[in-house]
C-alpha cells in the first residue's frame, strides 16, 4: 500500500496532514466507515481523494483499477475537481446532466474498459439502468458521499434522489463509506447514518467543529435599503478585493445593482433564472479574476473555490443558519481576514415566512396537483405553468408552491418529462411521503424553528461563535 503521507507530499503538493485528515485517512484505508464534519476550506476532499489514489495504486497496472464513486450534487464543482485531479496526473472524470448524449456514451464505454480511479457523478444518475449496468463490472472499493446533509430529512438542503443511497451500497458491493460535510447537527448526524443504512457503531464520527477565526462575524440591525447601502459601503471601504453580496429576491437584487450602476461600481450579477451558459461565465470571471464583486442570489457559491474572498455580506436575512455558515464558508479560505456581515432588517422576516410556505406544500396541494397531472397532462402541457398555476390558486399568482411541488415530483420519479419548459410524459403514483401530513407538517414546523434560531443569532448578546457552536454541537 502506497504512503498516504507520500501521495500527499508528492501528488498533491502538502507537507503533512491537516487536523484529523490522517486519522480519516487511515480508518478509510483500513476498510471502516467514517462521518466527517469539517468547516469549509478544511480539506474534506483529501479524506477520500488521498485512499482512492491509494487503493487504486496498490491494485498494480495491469487490468482495471479499483474505482472510488464520489455522489456530490453540485454539478457546477465536479468538472473543478475533476480538472485539478487531472492537472495531478489522476485519472479522475464525473457523469452529470451536463454532458451530451455523446460524451455521456463515451465515458460509459471509458468506464466498462477499466478507465478512472475516481468518479463524479449526482444521486440522480442512479436512476438510469444502463448506468447502473455499467457500474456492476467495475470494481468499486470506496463510496463518497459529499454534502452529505443533503441525506438528511432534516437537514438544510434535503434531496429527495439523496434518499437513494440507502440502495446504492449493496447495488454496488457494500464499499467503504466516508459521508461529507460542512455542518451537521446531533440530529442530521445521525440521520445520514441512518440513510446511509449503517449503524452508529459502524461509524466513526470526526468532528471538526466550525471554527474559522480569520472570519470576523458581525450583525447590524438595519432599516430599509438606503440603511444597508451604508453598510455595504462601510465594509467596501475597509475590506478592498472580491466579495459576495447575497440576496433573497432577484428583484431586490436588480434594484441595488441599478444603485452600483448609478455609482459606477464594477460588479456581477448572478441568479438562478440567467441562462447556464451565462451563470458558467460570471462563475469563471469571478474565480479567476482578481478583485470581483458579485450581487447574487444563494444560487452562487455551490462550487466557488476561490482563495481570497475578504467579504460576504447577506443583504437580506437568509433561512436558516446552516445556510449562513454554508455561505459566509466561501470567505477567506486563504486564512487571511475576512469580514462576513449580516443586515438583519425585521421586514425581510416576511420574505422569509412566505418562502417557508411556498417551500412547504401540504398533503392537499400534493394531491390537488397530482390529480390535475393525472387528468389534465394534455390541457397542461397546451397551455403551460402559468394556466396549471391559475388551476391551482387563481386569487394567489405570486405564489410559488407550484414549482417546488413540481421539483419534488420530479426528484421522487413521479413525472418524466420536463418542468422548464413544462410537458409531462407520464405520471405515477404519488409516494408516501408526499401523502403524509404529519410529516409535512413536521418539517414546515422544523424550518420554521431553523429561521427562528437564526434570528436569535442575529440578536443574541451573547458572543456569535459561541452560539454557533451550541447549535451545531
Given at each position: 500500500?502506497p504512503?498516504?503521507?507520500?501521495?500527499?507530499?508528492?501528488?498533491?503538493?502538502?507537507?503533512?496532514?491537516?487536523?484529523?485528515?490522517?486519522?480519516?485517512?487511515?480508518?478509510?484505508?483500513?476498510?471502516?466507515?467514517?462521518?466527517?464534519?469539517?468547516?469549509?476550506?478544511?480539506?474534506k476532499?483529501?479524506?477520500?481523494?488521498?485512499?482512492?489514489?491509494?487503493?487504486?495504486?496498490?491494485?498494480?497496472?495491469?487490468?482495471?483499477?479499483?474505482?472510488?464513486?464520489?455522489?456530490?450534487?453540485?454539478?457546477?464543482?465536479?468538472?473543478?475537481?475533476?480538472?485539478?485531479l487531472?492537472?495531478?496526473?489522476i485519472?479522475?472524470?464525473?457523469?452529470?446532466?451536463?454532458?451530451?448524449?455523446?460524451?455521456?456514451?463515451?465515458?460509459?464505454?471509458?468506464?466498462q474498459?477499466g478507465?478512472?480511479?475516481?468518479?463524479?457523478?449526482?444521486?440522480?444518475?442512479?436512476?438510469?439502468?444502463?448506468?447502473?449496468?455499467v457500474?456492476?463490472?467495475?470494481?468499486?472499493?470506496?463510496?463518497?458521499?459529499?454534502?452529505?446533509?443533503?441525506?438528511?430529512?432534516?437537514?438544510?438542503?434535503?434531496?429527495p434522489?439523496?434518499?437513494?443511497?440507502?440502495?446504492?451500497?449493496?447495488?454496488?458491493?457494500?464499499?467503504?463509506?466516508?459521508?461529507l460535510?460542512?455542518?451537521?447537527?446531533?440530529?442530521?448526524?445521525?440521520?445520514?447514518?441512518?440513510?446511509?443504512?449503517?449503524?452508529?457503531?459502524?461509524?466513526?464520527t470526526?468532528?471538526?467543529?466550525?471554527?474559522?477565526?480569520?472570519?470576523?462575524?458581525?450583525v447590524?440591525?438595519?432599516?430599509?435599503?438606503?440603511?444597508?447601502?451604508?453598510?455595504?459601503?462601510?465594509?467596501?471601504?475597509?475590506n478592498?478585493?472580491?466579495g459576495?453580496?447575497?440576496?433573497?429576491?432577484?428583484?431586490?437584487?436588480?434594484?441595488?445593482?441599478?444603485?452600483?450602476?448609478?455609482?459606477?461600481?464594477?460588479?456581477?450579477v448572478?441568479?438562478?433564472?440567467?441562462?447556464?451558459?451565462?451563470?458558467r461565465?460570471?462563475?469563471?470571471?469571478?474565480?479567476?479574476?482578481?478583485?470581483?464583486?458579485?450581487?447574487?442570489?444563494?444560487?452562487?457559491?455551490?462550487?466557488?473555490?476561490?482563495?481570497?474572498?475578504?467579504?460576504?455580506?447577506?443583504?437580506d436575512?437568509?433561512?436558516?443558519?446552516?445556510?449562513?455558515?454554508q455561505?459566509?464558508?466561501?470567505?477567506?479560505?486563504?486564512?487571511?481576514?475576512?469580514?462576513?456581515?449580516?443586515?438583519?432588517?425585521?421586514?425581510?422576516?416576511?420574505?422569509?415566512?412566505?418562502?417557508?410556505?411556498?417551500s412547504?406544500?401540504?398533503?392537499?396541494?400534493?394531491?390537488?396537483l397530482?390529480?390535475?397531472?393525472?387528468?389534465?397532462?394534455?390541457?397542461?402541457?397546451?397551455?403551460?405553468?402559468?394556466?396549471l398555476?391559475?388551476?391551482?390558486?387563481?386569487?394567489?399568482k405570486?405564489?410559488?408552491?407550484?414549482?417546488?411541488?413540481?421539483?419534488?415530483?420530479?426528484?421522487?420519479?413521479?413525472?418524466?418529462?420536463?418542468?422548464?419548459?413544462?410537458?409531462?410524459?407520464?405520471?405515477?403514483?404519488?409516494?408516501?411521503?408526499?401523502?403524509?401530513?404529519?410529516a409535512?407538517?413536521?418539517k414546515?414546523?422544523?424550518?420554521?424553528?431553523?429561521l427562528?434560531?437564526?434570528?436569535?443569532?442575529?440578536?443574541t448578546?451573547?458572543?456569535?461563535?459561541?452560539?454557533?457552536?451550541?447549535?451545531?454541537?
Amino acid at each position: 500500500m502506497p504512503d498516504p503521507h507520500d501521495l500527499l507530499r508528492d501528488v498533491f503538493g502538502f507537507p503533512s496532514f491537516r487536523a484529523a485528515q490522517a486519522a480519516i485517512v487511515a480508518r478509510i484505508l483500513d476498510g471502516k466507515h467514517a462521518l466527517v464534519i469539517m468547516p469549509t476550506g478544511g480539506g474534506k476532499s483529501l479524506c477520500y481523494q488521498i485512499p482512492a489514489l491509494a487503493l487504486a495504486l496498490e491494485s498494480g497496472t495491469e487490468g482495471p483499477r479499483p474505482l472510488t464513486l464520489v455522489l456530490s450534487p453540485l454539478i457546477a464543482l465536479m468538472k473543478d475537481q475533476v480538472d485539478a485531479l487531472t492537472a495531478r496526473g489522476i485519472d479522475a472524470s464525473f457523469i452529470n446532466s451536463s454532458l451530451t448524449g455523446s460524451e455521456r456514451t463515451t465515458r460509459y464505454q471509458a468506464i466498462q474498459d477499466g478507465r478512472f480511479e475516481i468518479l463524479y457523478v449526482t444521486p440522480e444518475r442512479f436512476r438510469k439502468p444502463d448506468f447502473r449496468q455499467v457500474l456492476s463490472r467495475r470494481q468499486i472499493v470506496l463510496l463518497a458521499v459529499d454534502e452529505a446533509h443533503c441525506i438528511s430529512q432534516w437537514g438544510h438542503d434535503f434531496r429527495p434522489d439523496y434518499t437513494r443511497v440507502r440502495e446504492i451500497p449493496e447495488s454496488i458491493g457494500n464499499p467503504t463509506t466516508i459521508a461529507l460535510t460542512a455542518t451537521a447537527t446531533k440530529d442530521v448526524q445521525r440521520d445520514i447514518v441512518r440513510q446511509l443504512g449503517l449503524s452508529e457503531d459502524e461509524v466513526e464520527t470526526f468532528h471538526e467543529g466550525i471554527e474559522r477565526p480569520n472570519l470576523k462575524l458581525d450583525v447590524a440591525e438595519v432599516w430599509g435599503d438606503d440603511n444597508k447601502l451604508e453598510h455595504i459601503a462601510d465594509v467596501f471601504a475597509h475590506n478592498p478585493g472580491t466579495g459576495i453580496i447575497y440576496f433573497t429576491l432577484i428583484k431586490t437584487l436588480t434594484r441595488f445593482s441599478e444603485f452600483f450602476e448609478e455609482k459606477r461600481l464594477p460588479h456581477l450579477v448572478y441568479h438562478g433564472e440567467l441562462p447556464r451558459r451565462v451563470r458558467r461565465s460570471i462563475q469563471e470571471l469571478f474565480t479567476n479574476e482578481p478583485d470581483q464583486l458579485v450581487l447574487a442570489t444563494n444560487a452562487f457559491g455551490m462550487g466557488i473555490d476561490k482563495p481570497d474572498i475578504r467579504f460576504v455580506i447577506h443583504a437580506d436575512l437568509p433561512g436558516s443558519l446552516e445556510s449562513y455558515y454554508q455561505e459566509i464558508g466561501r470567505a477567506g479560505r486563504d486564512g487571511a481576514p475576512s469580514q462576513c456581515l449580516l443586515l438583519y432588517d425585521q421586514a425581510d422576516l416576511a420574505t422569509q415566512m412566505e418562502f417557508l410556505r411556498w417551500s412547504n406544500p401540504d398533503v392537499d396541494f400534493y394531491a390537488r396537483l397530482h390529480d390535475f397531472l393525472t387528468h389534465d397532462a394534455q390541457s397542461i402541457n397546451a397551455f403551460g405553468l402559468e394556466w396549471l398555476r391559475e388551476k391551482l390558486h387563481a386569487k394567489q399568482k405570486h405564489d410559488r408552491r407550484l414549482e417546488t411541488a413540481l421539483g419534488m415530483l420530479e426528484r421522487y420519479g413521479v413525472v418524466e418529462g420536463t418542468i422548464s419548459p413544462l410537458r409531462i410524459e407520464s405520471v405515477s403514483e404519488l409516494p408516501a411521503d408526499l401523502r403524509n401530513a404529519s410529516a409535512l407538517a413536521e418539517k414546515l414546523e422544523r424550518d420554521q424553528r431553523k429561521l427562528l434560531s437564526l434570528v436569535q443569532f442575529a440578536r443574541t448578546p451573547q458572543d456569535r461563535r459561541e452560539y454557533l457552536h451550541a447549535y451545531f454541537s
